[in-house]
């Protein structure tokens, strides 16, 4: 029997809102720095968040979580399926 191992990443993950435009800046500490165009308000930076990735990583949204920070800049990601070396 075969076990199927689980691909995940954890990202720390510094967030700017109401930024001028999206975009990953690069590293920052020991994770990245994330821009956003959408305020911190309703989940609207959370979302936009989720959706560049996505589109960045070339992955399901679904894969990808918020694990801590919700209400902060800094913010912890799990992206399933999808290791650090991938990432190079």
């Not at 990953?24 to 305020?39: E, F, Q």
């Not at 589109?55 to 912890?76: L, P, T, V």
């Amino acid at each position: 029997m075969k076990k199927h191992l689980q691909k995940e990443l954890i990202l720390n993950i510094k967030v700017e809102p109401r930024s001028s435009r999206s975009e990953i800046v690069g590293p920052y500490g020991d994770g990245i720095k994330v821009k956003l165009t959408s305020p911190p308000v309703d989940g609207k930076a959370n979302k936009e968040l989720i959706d560049l990735l996505s589109k960045e990583f070339k992955i399901r949204k679904k894969d990808i979580e918020i694990i801590s920070g919700q209400n902060s800049r800094y913010k912890i990601i799990r992206i399933t399926g999808l290791t650090k070396i991938e990432l190079n």
